[in-house]
């Protein structure tokens, strides 16, 4: 119970800023009365409660998992297979985001709205799949990346700012209707599932490899996890 406490007021202090913000304009501002006072102190109990187990999730079980894994990688010395662990790490957290699946929906009914495919159920789906595979396999592709760089010690910023220099050159040749979904798929890939898992890999790889620092080599893979998505969301548009 005590381990549970302490979490639990945590998660409420961190939320205070929150209430206060929505609190002030509230009543100074728009001078009203909260709505249903008692539905929404209830739904910020709720929220407290969920962010503390899912904190406290992540510290006895998606750290430790993700960290192992990259220790035990690292002492298999198999490159073909650390690489294949860590496109499927990333394609398979970031295509179960709700945060993603939730944003391709509402662009497939925009893209329908817009003329720029049919207006039927099917189309929407297809058309929100490809984006989410997409997506995901650009997650992918960023994490093997990522650990390719952990590996060689490559220096993240050069990586990075070439990045945005494609993501720049690329954004001048994609249609203007997928440039807004693009630059928020990079968004949304870095949410809940995907997070924990690639940080815990990358700090556990990092520490796993003589001559590695984890604090300037074990970080960075989440960087790279929300460039690519804008470059092969765009090139998705393009090809479509």
């Given at each position: 119970?005590?381990?549970?406490?302490?979490?639990?007021?945590?998660?409420?202090?961190?939320?205070?800023?929150?209430?206060?913000?929505?609190?002030?304009?509230?009543?100074?501002?728009?001078?009203q009365?909260?709505?249903?006072?008692?539905?929404?102190?209830?739904?910020?109990?709720?929220?407290?409660?969920?962010?503390?187990?899912?904190?406290?999730g992540?510290?006895?079980?998606?750290?430790?998992?993700g960290?192992?894994?990259?220790?035990?990688?690292?002492?298999?010395?198999?490159?073909?297979?650390?690489?294949?662990?860590?496109?499927?790490?990333?394609f398979?957290?970031?295509?179960?985001?709700?945060?993603?699946?939730?944003?391709?929906?509402?662009?497939?009914?925009?893209?329908?709205?817009?003329?720029?495919?049919?207006?039927?159920?099917?189309?929407?789906?297809?058309?929100?799949?490809?984006?989410?595979?997409?997506?995901?396999?650009?997650?992918?592709?960023?994490?093997?990346v990522g650990?390719?760089?952990?590996?060689?010690?490559?220096?993240?910023?050069?990586?990075?700012?070439?990045?945005?220099?494609?993501?720049?050159?690329?954004t001048?040749?994609?249609?203007?209707?997928?440039?807004?979904?693009?630059?928020?798929?990079?968004?949304?890939?870095t949410?809940?599932?995907?997070?924990?898992?690639?940080?815990?890999?990358?700090?556990?790889?990092?520490?796993?490899?003589?001559?590695?620092?984890?604090?300037?080599d074990?970080?960075?893979?989440?960087?790279?996890?929300?460039?690519?998505?804008?470059?092969?969301?765009m090139?998705?548009?393009?090809?479509?």
């Open positions: 119970m005590k381990s549970f406490i302490a979490p639990f007021l945590g998660s409420a202090r961190d939320l205070l800023p929150i209430v206060l913000v929505i609190a002030f304009f509230q009543a100074v501002v728009l001078q009365t909260l709505p249903d006072v008692f539905g929404l102190l209830l739904g910020l109990l709720m929220v407290v409660v969920g962010l503390t187990l899912f904190i406290r992540l510290e006895i079980g998606l750290f430790p998992v960290e192992s894994l990259a220790h035990a990688f690292a002492r298999k010395g198999s490159l073909f297979w650390l690489l294949v662990f860590a496109f499927c790490l990333g398979g957290t970031t295509v179960a985001e709700p945060a993603l699946i939730a944003v391709a929906a509402e662009a497939a009914v925009v893209a329908a709205e817009g003329g720029m495919i049919v207006d039927s159920s099917q189309a929407k789906a297809s058309y929100a799949l490809g984006l989410r595979l997409t997506v995901a396999g650009s997650v992918g592709f960023a994490i093997l650990v390719l760089r952990i590996l060689k010690g490559w220096p993240i910023q050069y990586l990075i700012i070439g990045g945005y220099v494609l993501v720049i050159i690329v001048m040749f994609a249609p203007k209707e997928i440039i807004g979904i693009a630059y928020d798929s990079g968004g949304v890939t949410s809940t599932i995907t997070v924990p898992l690639v940080t815990a890999l990358g700090v556990g790889l990092a520490s796993s490899i003589k001559g590695r620092n984890p604090m300037i074990g970080f960075g893979l989440i960087a790279f996890a929300s460039l690519t998505p804008m470059i092969f969301v090139i998705y548009g393009i090809a479509l």
